[in-house]
């Protein structure tokens, strides 16, 4: 029998190598095509450059022949290795547990996590004087193999003693589990429900300096950098190392989503989006005369010419993201595209659309405007 919390990535490696179930039979089974379970596949063989991780398969692999041995039936993993019954967002009690104490152990300043193959549990080290590491923290074995097959935690160095530093998935998780236990206590006590947990992983807070609205200077604000798709996608980083989105067409895809804002104050929310993305004049009435309750008709004329720069497909995506805030996958399942084509598209159409802004008389009609 799997772990409940093991990732589905990883039962399906397991069903295919341990219980010797095909590709084909695979995708039959989930419902999928047979490129999307050897994606799976070669993704967590690549995982097995961890310590951790292939310590961890070796020993499921193991446990789950002899299971399958015994019962001499194998059928029971394709149950197992169907989404609805395996969660690596809701791991079991005991891992919940373990993560709120060591994750918020790891997120200390020079704190990782070491393990060795000749240790029976693992350690979380922190150098608290300068030279000499003090141990702060102990987990057990198969808790750490949990951590690393959810990717909570990534090898910063392998070796006789393998250093382990807690990733943005993990501080993602720990952010939602903490909010789920202060949810939890809230309820107990009677008080108002708190904020989703869901919700609490996905906020990354920053500050940055805008001017006053009254005009009497610069004011700092605090705002969420994971609200906007493109703010997430511009902190991602090529094999060179280099952000992906340059801070020039990160601009371009906000001051187009100011605009849009700008130009939806009203309450028309039931508007005909693919008229208003068709190319022409005819823009499903927006070029008409709008109540001042629907928003600037500056703004409007703004996004509308900004998306006839862009043109068919361009504008589909970058009206999607930045607009919409859609993510990107549910932009390519929308518009009908093959899987990662929309990164691709998306970087293309943010390059065009800082070239239009960077026009001398979009600037001039853009300081007139607005």
């Known amino acids: 029998m799997l772990p409940g919390w093991l990732p589905e990535p990883a039962v399906t490696y397991l069903a295919h190598t341990s219980a010797g179930h095909s590709i084909r039979g695979l995708a039959r089974a989930k419902g999928c095509h047979a490129s ?131 990733s943005a998935v993990g501080r993602a998780a720990l952010k939602r589990l903490l909010a789920e236990e202060r949810q939890a206590k809230s309820a107990r006590g009677g008080f108002a429900e708190a904020q989703g947990a869901f919700q609490e992983q996905h906020r990354t807070f920053a500050e940055r300096v805008v001017m006053a609205s009254d005009g009497s200077g610069e004011q700092k604000i605090r705002y969420n950098l994971a609200e906007s798709p493109l703010s997430v996608l511009g902190r991602k980083h090529g094999k060179d190392g280099k952000p992906y989105l340059t801070p020039e067409l990160i601009e371009a895809g906000e001051r187009l989503r100011e605009d849009f804002e700008l130009a939806q104050m009203g309450p028309r929310v039931a508007q005909n989006w693919d008229r208003f993305l068709t190319s022409g004049s005819d823009r499903g009435g927006f070029s008409a005369a709008r109540g001042p309750a629907e928003g600037p008709a500056d703004a409007r004329t703004r996004v509308a010419l900004a998306l006839e720069a862009l043109g068919p ?58």
Not at 42 to 51: G, M
Not at 67 to 84: F, I
Not at 106 to 115: S, Y
Not at 342 to 362: D, N, S
């Open 36 to 166: 999307t379970i050897l994606r799976q596949v070669r993704k967590v063989e690549s995982w097995r450059d961890d310590p951790l991780i292939d310590e961890a398969l070796d020993r499921l692999g193991r446990a789950l022949s002899t299971e399958l041995t015994d019962r001499s039936e194998s059928r029971e993993v394709l149950s197992m290795s169907n989404p609805a019954t395996q969660s690596c967002d809701r791991p079991d009690p005991r891992i919940e547990r373990e993560a709120r104490r060591i994750l918020r152990r790891l997120c200390e300043k020079g704190a990782f996590l070491a393990v060795a193959p000749t240790m029976e549990k693992a350690v979380v080290l922190r150098e608290v004087v300068p030279g000499r590491q003090n141990r702060i923290a102990v987990v057990d074995r198969d808790v750490a193999h949990a951590f690393a097959l959810q990717e909570w935690i990534s090898c910063e160095k392998a070796g006789k003693i393998a250093c382990y530093t807690i």
């Open 313 to 370: 497909g361009l504008s589909d995506i970058v009206f999607r993201v930045c607009c919409f805030l859609e993510g990107l996958e549910a932009a390519e399942k929308r518009l009908g595209w093959s899987a990662r084509s929309g990164k691709v598209v998306l970087k293309i159409a943010l390059e065009r659309l800082a070239a239009h802004y960077q026009t001398p008389a979009r600037q001039e009609a853009r300081r007139k405007t607005g």
